[in-house]
C-alpha cells in the first residue's frame, strides 16, 4: 500500500462495534453477558492468575513496541487506532515464537501480542491487517473472555482432564463463540486498512506462507471456493467435526465469509459513513441478533443432519455393494 492509500484512508468517527460484528458473535456474546453475575464470577476466576502476573511475563520476555521500539509498528497501530477512532491504543509487544499469529490478552487494560514470525512472513500492509483485527477483538469487548476462554482450555486439557470432560460441551458451545469472533475481527482488520486484497492476502499467509516465498491470492480465493463448493457427502461431515475442537475458522473459510461480506455491501456502506455510532441506542434488539443467528444455526445443523443421513446412506451402500462384489453405485 502506498503512501497515497494510505493519507486517503477514510476515519471511521465515533464508529460504534456493533458495525463489524458477526450477528451469531453479538448474540452469543450477548447471552454471556446477560447471565447474572457472569461478568463478576469471570473476574475473580481470572484474578486467581493475575492479570499483573500475565503482563509482566510480556515485559520481561517481550519487545514493547514504540517510537523507539518497532517504529513501524507503532506508527501502523496509531494509523489503525485513528482509523477505528480508538482514543487510547493498546500496548503492543512482539514476542519471539515460530508460530505465525497473534493475540490479544488481558482484562482491565488489553494488549496486544503478535509473534515476531508474523513480522517475517507477512508483507507490512498484512500486518497492518492484523493489529487492527486485534484492536477490533479489543474494541468489541471480545478479550476477557478469550481470555477465560484459553485458560479453560488449558486446565481442562492439562491439569484436570476429567473435569474438561464434563465440560466439553460447554466448551464447544464458546468454541463456537471464539471461532465467530474471529470473523467479527477480520471485518474491523478490513475497516482498519480499508484494502481488501490486503486484508485476505494476510489470512492467506497465516494459512500457509513462508518466509521468500510468493503466493498467488487468486489461486488462493479458488481454493476457498473448492473447499466450500466441492466434495461429496462425507467430505461435509468431516469438514464439521475437523472444526468442533478449533478455536479459528479455516483460513479459507475466513476468506471466503470476509468475500461475502464485501460483496453484500455492508463494506461499502461503512466507507460512505453509514454505520452505527456509539453513543446511538443500539435499535437492533438482543433478540434479533439471536434469531438471526439461530437461524443460521437451525439451517446449519438442518443441512449437517441431512448430510449425516445421507453420508450413512452412502456408506450402508457401499458395504452392501462390496458384500455383494459388486462395484459402488455412487460413481465415486
Same mark, same amino acid.
Given at each position: 500500500m502506498d503512501e497515497l492509500q494510505k493519507s486517503d484512508r477514510r476515519i471511521l468517527t465515533?464508529?460504534?462495534?456493533r458495525a463489524w460484528e458477526h450477528p451469531a458473535d453479538r448474540a452469543a456474546l450477548n447471552a454471556l453477558r446477560k447471565l447474572p453475575g457472569f461478568d463478576l464470577a469471570l473476574r475473580k476466576v481470572?484474578?486467581?492468575?493475575?492479570?499483573?502476573?500475565?503482563?509482566?511475563?510480556?515485559q520481561a520476555n517481550a519487545?514493547?513496541?514504540?517510537?523507539?521500539?518497532?517504529?513501524?509498528?507503532?506508527?501502523q497501530l496509531l494509523r489503525v487506532c485513528r482509523t477505528l477512532d480508538v482514543d487510547t491504543p493498546p500496548e503492543l509487544y512482539v514476542s519471539q515464537t515460530p508460530?505465525?499469529?497473534a493475540g490479544a490478552l488481558g482484562m482491565n487494560d488489553p494488549f496486544i501480542v503478535l509473534n515476531s514470525s508474523i513480522l517475517e512472513v507477512l508483507?507490512?500492509?498484512?500486518?497492518?491487517?492484523?493489529?487492527?483485527?486485534?484492536?477490533?477483538?479489543?474494541?468489541? !469487548?471480545?478479550?476477557?473472555? @478469550? $481470555? /477465560?476462554?484459553?485458560?479453560?482450555?488449558?486446565?481442562?486439557?492439562?491439569?484436570?482432564?476429567?473435569?474438561?470432560?464434563?465440560?466439553?460441551?460447554?466448551?464447544?458451545?464458546?468454541?463456537?463463540?471464539?471461532?465467530?469472533?474471529?470473523?467479527?475481527?477480520?471485518?474491523?482488520?478490513l475497516l482498519a486498512v480499508q484494502d481488501p486484497d490486503a486484508s485476505m492476502r494476510g489470512l492467506m499467509?497465516?494459512? !500457509?506462507?513462508?518466509?521468500? @516465498? $510468493? /503466493?498467488?491470492l487468486d489461486a488462493f480465493l479458488e481454493q476457498s471456493e473448492a473447499y466450500r463448493s466441492e466434495g461429496g457427502l462425507l467430505d461435509s461431515v468431516y469438514k464439521v467435526l475437523n472444526i468442533l475442537g478449533a478455536t479459528h475458522p479455516f483460513a479459507v473459510v475466513r476468506v471466503a465469509e470476509l468475500r461475502e461480506w464485501i460483496d453484500s455491501g455492508a463494506y461499502e456502506r461503512i466507507l460512505s459513513d453509514d454505520y452505527p455510532h456509539r453513543d446511538e441506542a443500539d435499535e437492533r434488539a438482543y433478540r434479533d441478533d439471536l434469531a438471526e443467528a439461530m437461524t443460521g444455526y437451525r439451517e446449519?445443523?438442518?443441512?449437517?443432519?441431512?448430510?449425516?443421513?445421507?453420508?450413512?446412506?452412502?456408506?450402508?451402500s457401499r458395504f452392501m455393494d462390496a458384500w455383494r462384489g459388486e462395484p459402488p453405485t455412487d460413481g465415486s
Open positions: 465515533d464508529i460504534s462495534p481470572f484474578g486467581l492468575f493475575g492479570e499483573r502476573q500475565l503482563r509482566l511475563a510480556f519487545v514493547r513496541v514504540s517510537e523507539r521500539q518497532y517504529a513501524d509498528l507503532h506508527e508460530v505465525v499469529n508483507a507490512p500492509d498484512e500486518v497492518e491487517t492484523i493489529i487492527g483485527h486485534e484492536v477490533g477483538h479489543i474494541v468489541s !469487548g471480545h478479550v476477557l473472555y @478469550r $481470555t /477465560l476462554l484459553v485458560l479453560l482450555l488449558r486446565l481442562s486439557l492439562f491439569r484436570y482432564p476429567i473435569a474438561g470432560l464434563v465440560a466439553r460441551p460447554v466448551l464447544y458451545a464458546l468454541l463456537e463463540w471464539y471461532r465467530k469472533s474471529e470473523l467479527s475481527s477480520d471485518r474491523a482488520g499467509h497465516l494459512a !500457509g506462507g513462508s518466509r521468500g @516465498r $510468493t /503466493l498467488d446449519s445443523a438442518r443441512d449437517f443432519m441431512d448430510q449425516v443421513d445421507a453420508a450413512v446412506d452412502t456408506v450402508r
